[in-house]
């Protein structure tokens, strides 16, 4: 266990470093940052001065050093557009990212497992089929097209629900919450829909197809001639081993989740990390950029080792003899 941890967080180091070199590049070769903040009108006096005070003057490897080193104390120096430091900028965004994000993934492994289950049990009934044509529909649409139409809908017709926004928010301590308001709720029932929607078809037919698989094995075969109820036999023995693969997949759709939310974001207006990196984006904000490269980099390195460590409990074959 201790070599395969130390493997797992060499792996990630070198990962972090390259991510840190590609979004240090973003500073050199990525727009024009000067020419964004004062405009075409300034002199070149005031260009060259502003220039020297965000070190743009310096070289490149001076640069790249000093930017390693601010990184690893979690700084990443001054947003462009907004002259605020981007550890601040971000963190305000977070928890409006992980509040969409969790509570999507939420819906996505909550529905599309038991849907998964269903299908493979029942798999010549017509809930069944008609399961298998709405995951077909929601695995082709779009995100951008299917927050549009809830909107139109929701908003637009029935008046139901908030076309944009986060609602009233709770403030506790440097987290806010929209969880503890009925606006933050009802704001938070489309973005979350639109975001879950491609997850729950994808888990839905994952876990159908590997449902049947395992079914279809020997031991399950032995199982009923050994009379097991049938009950026992999908959810305590094929469900187990069909969720196997599920949480790879799981873990890399919830990593996902939060680094692609950025179009249901911008759809709904939603102030998180989507939207801010859209508009930093907009305005050649690298530094707020290279945080955010940064940032999804860890999160990945991150989950990708908690999966490696969760199969050690739920597959034996996987641990260390």
């Not at 050994?226 to 036999?233: D, L, M, N, V, Y």
Request: aromatic fraction near 10%.
């Amino acid at each position: 266990m201790l070599r395969f941890l130390s493997i797992r967080a060499w792996n990630g180091l070198l990962v972090m470093l390259g991510v840190s070199f590609t979004s240090f590049l973003l500073f050199s070769y990525i727009g024009d940052p000067v020419n964004n903040l004062l405009g075409e009108s300034a002199t070149v006096a005031q260009k060259e001065a502003l220039r020297a005070s965000l070190g743009l003057d310096q070289p490149l490897l001076v640069r790249f050093y000093k930017y390693l080193g601010l990184a690893v104390r979690g700084e990443f120096g001054v947003s462009y557009r907004n002259l605020e430091p981007v550890g601040q900028l971000l963190w305000s965004r977070v928890p409006a990212t992980l509040e969409l994000s969790f509570c999507a993934a939420a819906l996505a492994l909550g529905a599309g497992i038991p849907m998964g289950v269903y299908a493979a049990i029942r798999r010549d009934s017509r809930i069944a089929q008609l399961m298998q044509l709405v995951s077909l529909i929601g695995i082709s649409m779009p995100s951008f097209l299917t927050g549009i139409l809830l909107i139109l809908v929701f908003s637009v017709e029935l008046n139901w629900l908030p076309a944009s926004g986060r609602g009233d928010v709770v403030q506790w301590g440097p987290w806010s919450t929209g969880l503890l308001t009925l606006s933050g709720w009802k704001s938070l029932v489309m973005p979350s829909i639109t975001l879950a929607l491609f997850q729950l078809t994808l888990f839905m037919r994952l876990v159908r197809s590997e449902m049947l698989e395992v079914l279809r094995t020997d031991y399950i075969k032995f199982a009923r001639a050994r009379g097991i109820a049938e009950r026992s036999i999908h959810f305590h023995h094929a469900l187990k081993n069909t969720l196997i693969p599920v949480i790879t997949v799981a873990g890399l759709q919830l990593g996902a989740l939060i680094a692609f939310s950025i179009i249901t974001e911008t759809v709904f207006q939603w102030p998180g990390m989507g939207l801010l990196i859209i508009q930093a984006i907009t305005f050649s904000d690298i530094p707020v950029i290279a945080a955010y490269l940064m940032l999804i980099a860890l999160l990945f390195v991150g989950i990708n080792a908690a999966v490696d460590l969760l199969y050690f409990r739920v597959d034996p074959r996987v641990r260390p003899a």
